[in-house]
């Protein structure tokens, strides 16, 4: 009996103790809110010694939570950021140098291109307009094909995009416009748009949410949230403007000053296998490590082919003042924080 006690107390106590052995890494993300499960399970069953807790924002908040947390960082790594985040980072020595195992394997362009890295890829994600079809023919809305067709004045109060300041998809679609138009040109162009905007929400996600319930006829969104919300039946068509379309890098990294430099290794080794590729793979189709094939459905094959030359270092270098002229010229619209 008294055996049979102390098996019972012995296998009580193993899950105690495999719990207190675990290491717990704080990592920021401003994934989506429905892969943050998937990506925490695929991990911790990979490295059963390691217990993720996620900090989940969008990129503007976390990128600025970050940056003020410099000199006294909580964070261990990144996992699901925009590289135009990691490189003014970089450049402000944030990021631990080190080379996952396998990285060089990615992408060059989808890498960092210093030794050791200082972040490596994950997948690519594009801005891309979600119309919903329904909202059209009830407001008479013609079907754009570029960005410059938003500009007639029957989109008035039709268009909701995302703030840049506080979302990374808001901050690839200006990029983008930039690469496209020249930043003058941009300008112009975003200076008449926004007297066709209703509002600049503080989400990627949210205006292609908004369209696809019919309050706005068009949301400027990004490439993922379109397919996902059109894949689950929404009245919306995903259009990819023909005049070149922004893009952004999903990046990971290890944060410079972390009290968990060994799990953080471990753990950015884990960001570039196969098995993490394949999990990108369920909601993006353009991947950083070649030779896996992307399981998500519905991807317009477009994407691919009308991507802008962005130039990420220069852009990173100019965010911050191109998110202060932003705001001075256009946050009156913004959607309340």
Not at 90 to 100: F, S, V
Not at 123 to 151: E, G, K, M
Not at 303 to 332: H, T
Request: glycine share 6%.
């Amino acid at each position: 009996m008294r055996f049979i006690l102390f098996a019972l107390v012995f296998l009580g106590l193993a899950p105690m103790a495999e719990a207190q052995q675990r290491t717990r890494l704080t990592v920021y993300t401003a994934l989506e809110n429905e892969q943050l499960a998937p990506f925490k399970q695929a991990a911790e069953a990979a490295l059963r010694d390691i217990e993720i807790a996620w900090v989940r924002d969008s990129t503007g908040v976390i990128t600025a939570r970050l940056i003020a947390e410099k000199a006294n960082p909580r964070a261990d790594m990144v996992w699901g950021l925009s590289v135009f985040s990691l490189l003014q980072m970089e450049a402000q020595d944030m990021l631990e140098p080190y080379t996952p195992r396998g990285a060089e394997a990615l992408r060059p362009n989808m890498r960092s291109a210093r030794s050791p890295m200082t972040w490596t890829g994950m997948d690519a994600f594009v801005s891309a307009i979600c119309f919903n079809t329904v909202v059209a023919q009830q407001r008479n809305l013609p079907r754009p094909t570029t960005w410059q067709d938003l500009l007639d004045p029957r989109f008035r109060g039709q268009i909701v995009m995302p703030n840049p300041n506080s979302s990374g998809t808001g901050f690839l679609t200006i990029s983008g416009w930039i690469a496209n138009m020249g930043e003058q040109g941009a300008w112009d162009f975003m200076n008449r748009l926004h007297e066709n905007i209703q509002q600049y929400t503080h989400s990627g996600s949210a205006p292609c949410n908004n369209a696809a319930r019919g309050e706005f006829g068009v949301g400027l969104s990004f490439d993922m949230r379109s397919v996902t919300l059109k894949n689950q039946g929404a009245p919306i068509d995903i259009i990819v403007p023909t005049d070149g379309v922004g893009f952004d890098l999903e990046a990971t990294a290890i944060m410079r000053g972390t009290r968990n430099l060994e799990a953080a290794k471990r753990l950015a080794d884990f960001t570039v296998s196969r098995t993490a590729a394949e999990l990108y793979g369920r909601f993006y189709a353009m991947l950083a490590l070649p030779g896996v094939e992307p399981t998500v459905r519905g991807y317009p094959t477009e994407f691919a082919q009308r991507l802008v030359n962005a130039n990420f270092a220069e852009i990173a270098a100019a965010r911050e003042r191109l998110l202060a002229e932003w705001q001075r010229r256009y946050d009156g619209k913004s959607a309340p924080r």
